[in-house]
């Protein structure tokens, strides 16, 4: 069946765009990430530009956060202070991604510099994660439990706080900082950021893993509502008939995989999330350098 996209211009199956915000859904559920470092890269592959993509998949990623974070709230693994701080920087991040978006875009390159963005990102975090996900399961194999890290440099800090959920007291500063970095990477992206949030909180902050899914879901909903909210006011580039069928396919999806997140060990978690961000990587990558689009076209004009 297939629907005309008013704002991308072009005509994309419903059902496979149903399809896709499911499978993002099931992820966001699972692994506490938006689901965005995913969406935004798939909906490049079928057709949509990528401005387009960008400011619609920010918005879908408000509801599968927030099916998400209500299945968390159950459970009692929100950890709604640390959140309220990350969500601080975040706002602030936002805000200046965005100008930094419309300026590019008004250059003509913003195209480009959200593909640049993917493949450095998505290469960098999903090979770290990789490679500390492997050692986390040789070390469980070997029925070694991998110790907490100690007390690092960020404990030195000042403007502690208590956060009581996440059995930490430590300084606002680095959580700030992560919020800002998220912020601008949602808004240049349309990423709700989890896949740098959720490892920062793991290994920079010190969180329990179990804390940290809930948290980052909740950070990501104002965040990245706030962020499509200046898209569609600056530069209208929110399509609203993607964004409803991502957003259904979204809902669903999110439930299934908060489900199935519970059944399985962080280590697994983590090691399918690197495989799956390393690979959209490589087909971004590919891409970009295998199949130039007019971006990179040098040719005189035609005669």
């Not at 879901?217 to 069928?245: G, P």
Request: aromatic share 8%; with cysteine; hydrophobic share 55%.
């Amino acid at each position: 069946m297939q629907i005309y996209l008013p704002i991308a211009e072009i005509s994309v199956n419903a059902f496979l765009l149903l399809g896709l915000g499911g499978i993002v859904g099931i992820l966001s559920g699972m692994f506490g990430v938006g689901g965005g470092f995913l969406m935004t890269p798939l909906l490049f592959f079928i057709g949509i530009p990528p401005a387009v993509a960008v400011a619609t998949e920010a918005n879908q990623i408000v509801a599968s956060s927030f099916s998400g974070v209500l299945a968390h709230f159950k459970r009692k693994t929100v950890d709604l202070r640390m959140g309220t701080v990350l969500l601080i920087g975040g706002l602030v991040g936002a805000a200046l991604g965005v100008v930094v978006f419309n300026y590019l875009k008004a250059q003509g390159q913003v195209d480009l510099l959200v593909k640049l963005c993917y493949v450095i990102f998505l290469g960098v975090i999903g090979g770290l994660m990789f490679i500390e996900s492997l050692n986390a399961i040789r070390k469980t194999s070997k029925g070694t439990v991998p110790k907490r890290k100690k007390h690092n440099w960020i404990h030195g800090l000042p403007f502690k706080m208590r956060f009581r959920v996440s059995g930490l007291y430590i300084s606002v500063i680095p959580p700030i900082i992560v919020g800002v970095l998220v912020g601008i990477l949602a808004a240049i992206m349309g990423v709700g950021g989890g896949f740098i949030m959720v490892p920062a909180m793991i290994y920079l902050l010190g969180m329990p893993t179990k804390v940290v899914v809930g948290t980052s879901l909740f950070q990501i909903i104002f965040v990245t509502a706030f962020t499509t909210m200046l898209h569609a006011t600056t530069n209208f580039t929110v399509d609203i008939v993607l964004a409803v069928l991502l957003l259904v396919g979204g809902v669903f999806g999110a439930q299934i995989g908060t489900r199935i997140g519970v059944k399985m060990k962080a280590e697994q978690l983590r090691i399918l999330l690197a495989i799956m961000v390393l690979a959209v990587c490589g087909k971004l990558a590919f891409d970009l350098l295998v199949m130039p689009s007019d971006v990179f076209s040098i040719a005189a004009g035609g005669h």
